[in-house]
């Protein structure tokens, strides 16, 4: 139980400390997608506009249903797709420190996790 403890304390530091030495930046971005063409979000929010309609002006909802999953799900796929993550500057010192301190901190909690098994 203590090895589990102690790695789940060197596995949330380094965690810690990698998003702390992490950079997000976003934007909305299908170009590698599409071609090469970007669509406006106007356009890919129409689908959505229009299935909502659908569902109140039809007795058929199946279609509007389609047509919302389909919008919001490009909606979703162009801002993951715009993600972009970086490292900032550092010392190989702090990077050894942030990548040793989640090995460590796994290693300890698989130890802890099957020393516990056994003994039951």
Excluded: H
């Excluded at 129409?46 to 509007?64: E, K, R, T």
Aim: with cysteine; aromatic share 12%; glycine share 14%.
């Amino acid at each position: 139980m203590k090895s589990f403890l102690a790695g789940l304390v060197f596995f949330v530091l380094g965690v810690f400390l990698i998003t702390q030495n992490t950079i997000v930046r976003t934007g909305f971005n299908l170009g590698g997608l599409m071609g090469g063409y970007n669509p406006p979000f106007g356009l890919l929010l129409l689908p959505v506009i229009i299935g909502i309609i659908m569902l109140f002006a039809m007795d058929n909802q199946i279609l509007g249903w389609i047509l919302i999953t389909f919008g919001i799900c490009t909606i979703l796929l162009g801002l993951l797709l715009g993600l972009e993550i970086n490292f900032r500057p550092t010392t190989l010192y702090v990077v050894i420190l942030m990548f040793g301190c989640v090995a460590i901190g796994a290693g300890l909690m698989l130890r802890g996790v099957t020393q516990s098994n056994k003994y039951t």
